[in-house]
């Protein structure tokens, strides 16, 4: 049985992203490439190869594949590739269009390229999912409307993402940049 659960681990850069890997049960070159996108400790050369073999030779379910792509995806979006971490979100959304991970880090990706328009629909996507680690998704979004002038927009996604996971410095930090007027 092959079970898939989202894990998320949230990236600061200058505006701050999230990207959440995907888990692959068994064994082989797939969970390899699962534990190098959880752990963020490994060369990229070895995990991007270890990705890449397990997509090309290795038998995997649908959901295992697609997992897959979006693991190799968070490799090589943490590498600064991210047109080709792009292509490996769109392959996963291609075999499992409900993968909210897949959509989550599509709209990374397009933070980081700082096309927030583009990033809108994806993180849109992956909250309609109500993915797993839909705090990242909302603040992700919140990223994404603060770049595209929605400033109240952004103040409510920065405060849904701290009601979901409480405490986090990330969103609380964000929040502490608005002052709110009646």
Same mark, same amino acid.
């Given at each position: 049985?092959?079970?898939i659960?989202?894990l998320?681990?949230?990236?600061?850069?200058?505006?701050?992203s999230?990207?959440?890997?995907?888990?692959v049960?068994?064994g082989?070159?797939?969970?390899?490439?699962?534990?190098?996108?959880?752990s963020?400790?490994?060369?990229?050369?070895?995990?991007?190869?270890?990705?890449?073999?397990?997509?090309?030779e290795e038998?995997m379910?649908?959901?295992?594949?697609?997992a897959? =792509?979006?693991n190799r995806?968070?490799? #090589?979006?943490?590498? %600064? /590739?991210?047109?080709? $971490?792009?292509? *490996?979100?769109a392959? @996963?959304?291609e075999?499992?269009?409900?993968l909210?991970?897949?959509?989550l880090n599509?709209?990374?990706a397009?933070?980081?390229?700082?096309?927030?328009e583009?990033a809108?629909?994806?993180?849109?996507r992956?909250?309609?999912?109500?993915?797993?680690?839909?705090?990242?998704? =909302?603040?992700?979004?919140a990223?994404a #409307?603060?770049?595209? %002038? /929605?400033?109240?927009? $952004?103040?409510? *996604?920065f405060?849904? @993402?701290?009601?979901?996971?409480?405490?986090w410095?990330?969103?609380?930090r964000?929040?502490?940049r608005?002052?709110?007027?009646?």
């Amino acid at each position: 049985m092959h079970r898939i659960s989202i894990l998320g681990a949230v990236v600061a850069i200058a505006g701050a992203s999230a990207s959440a890997q995907v888990f692959v049960v068994g064994g082989g070159l797939a969970k390899d490439c699962y534990e190098y996108a959880r752990s963020g400790n490994y060369s990229f050369r070895t995990a991007d190869e270890s990705c890449t073999r397990a997509i090309q030779e290795e038998t995997m379910t649908r959901p295992n594949r697609a997992a897959t =792509y979006v693991n190799r995806g968070v490799i #090589r979006m943490r590498e %600064g /590739d991210y047109e080709d $971490a792009l292509d *490996d979100y769109a392959k @996963a959304i291609e075999m499992k269009p409900d993968l909210g991970a897949a959509f989550l880090n599509k709209g990374a990706a397009h933070i980081y390229l700082k096309d927030f328009e583009t990033a809108l629909p994806a993180l849109n996507r992956a909250i309609e999912l109500d993915s797993e680690d839909i705090f990242a998704a =909302y603040y992700n979004r919140a990223i994404a #409307r603060e770049n595209t %002038g /929605d400033v109240t927009g $952004a103040y409510q *996604d920065f405060q849904r @993402a701290l009601e979901l996971n409480p405490g986090w410095e990330l969103a609380e930090r964000q929040l502490n940049r608005f002052t709110v007027k009646q």
